[in-house]
């Protein structure tokens, strides 16, 4: 074997490890804390938050003085309930605000998030993350029976051959991995969490609170 080969395999091997760990914590504060986000307590600070501002899972323009990083399953209730409060938001702040989305499917309790997970990766490759990820949403009671490929023709993706290619891509799944590890960095237990800027919420806030928070980050931002 050479060198180039012997590296390969260990670098594959460090990647199933790291997935098998960070599996395994996710699965055991899945059985212990369920999806379940009613009653946020008071925001954590988190000074170095710019660091999870990743990924392509964006709405909205990069260059707005406040973004919502928000930690989600396209299973959970209280996650389709903070969707319809962000986009609210979205169009009464637009220019101001943007919507960073991290993959974090609760596989125990929602079996169909992991593979929606995938196909919002895949969507987002094909420049269409929006529009899908609403999708999703607005059939999250049936995404048990609903095609993949059907939401990405609903969504605007052409090239559904590509899209069916991209879900079983290994490359995809390693992105969740990316979003996998930034939650336990963050100690995530559920869904939704959400930071705005540099306040994390643990639990979905309030239609209010949530305002407050885009407000005053606005208002700082353009200071």
Known sequence: MTKSSRFETLSTAILVVCALVV?????????????????????????DWKRYVAGDLRIGAASSPVTIIEFSDFQCPFCRRLFQSVDRLLLSHRGDLQVVFRNYPLSV??????????????????????????????????LASIGWSLLALRAGIADTTGFRRCLGDVRTSQRLLADSIAAAALRIRGTPTVLVNKWLFVGAPSDSLLELYVTRAISEGHQ
């Open 23 to 47: 599996t395994a914590v996710s699965v055991r504060r899945q059985l212990s804390t369920p999806s379940r986000s009613d009653a946020p307590i008071a925001p954590l600070e988190v000074r």
């Open 109 to 142: 309790a929602h079996p169909q998030a992991r593979s929606a997970a995938i196909a919002a990766e895949c969507a987002a490759a094909a420049g269409r993350f929006h529009e899908y990820h609403d999708l999703l949403f607005t059939h999250q009671d049936s």
